[in-house]
């Protein structure tokens, strides 16, 4: 058995850090407080390993606004909780990608590359691990503050689609981690500024393929939903650590194929 830690939008900004009005309007509703936040995240972290979880997942919106300090902030916060390479898995989410198109890849290629090897970056990468494979989906876009779309490409459809075709895979749970729900917002409008773009592409895997399921974030709560003709939820957001109230986390049993959540 593995349990697995999933956690979510973390908004962290950097000590010091002077604070813009697009990072202002990206942050509304939330105190800019940085050092409130990284505390925030050093409370789910430690809440986590208390709970011995074997692996940790952050889907998405780990920094408030995509800058190299708030990145560098989110690396230091890791290597003090002592995470390695293999235990961790890393999306970028809308708010990652606000300040530049290839913040990202420098992130993962400069204070995040210690973590690299579980974070997002060509489209239908795997990262094993026990019991279980996991798929880190990028889906950000450099967008207008105003937006928070994501964005499913064909090319990352298509290679979503392969992977779990794959026999090999099939052996275990495939945990693909997104930032945006896979399920589309009931008003169009709102879809069209803050859903997920092409969103059928993932959906319709789900269908397919009854070992797949989705860790998401975005959303800021907790959710949990079936797909299809399986009746057990395969779909799963946690409360954003950013959140002053409520639980930061949860975690999974991840064994046999599925993913139950303890709580
Ligand atoms: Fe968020
Ligand atoms: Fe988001």
Redesign the pocket.
């Known amino acids: 058995m593995s349990l697995l830690a999933h956690l979510?939008?973390v908004?962290l900004l950097a000590p010091g850090e002077a604070v813009h009005v697009p990072m202002r309007l990206a942050s509304t509703g939330r105190v800019l407080d940085a050092e409130g936040r990284m505390e925030k995240l050093r409370g789910a972290l430690a809440e986590a390993q208390r709970a011995a979880a074997t692996h940790f997942v952050f889907s998405?919106?780990l920094t408030e606004f995509g800058t190299e300090r708030q990145y560098e902030t989110f690396a230091e916060l890791l290597s003090e909780a002592g995470l390695g390479g293999d235990a961790v898995t890393l999306i970028p989410?809308?708010?990652d990608a606000y300040t530049s198109p290839t913040g990202w890849r420098r992130a993962i290629e400069g204070p995040l590359r210690a973590w690299a090897r579980g974070a997002a970056a060509e489209p239908g990468k795997v990262q094993p691990i026990e019991r279980a494979f996991v798929l880190p989906v990028d889906v950000s876009r450099h967008q207008n503050v105003i937006r928070s779309q994501g964005y499913v490409t064909a090319e990352v459809g298509a290679a979503l689609a392969k992977r779990l075709a794959d026999p090999a895979l099939a052996r275990e749970a495939v945990l693909l981690v997104v930032h945006h729900t896979p399920f589309k917002h009931d008003n169009a409008a709102w879809q069209w500024i803050n859903g997920l773009h092409d969103q059928e592409r993932v959906l319709s895997l789900l269908e397919q393929h009854p070992h797949a399921h989705v860790l998401h974030?975005?959303l800021?709560r907790r959710i949990q939903r079936p797909v299809g003709e399986v009746a057990r939820p395969r779909v799963f957001c946690v409360p954003?650590v950013?959140n002053v109230t409520g639980a930061r986390m949860r975690l999974y049993d991840v064994s046999d194929g599925a993913v139950t959540p303890t709580d």
Do not use: F, Y
């Open positions: 979510s939008d908004h998405g919106d989410g809308n708010h974030g975005h800021h954003a950013v």
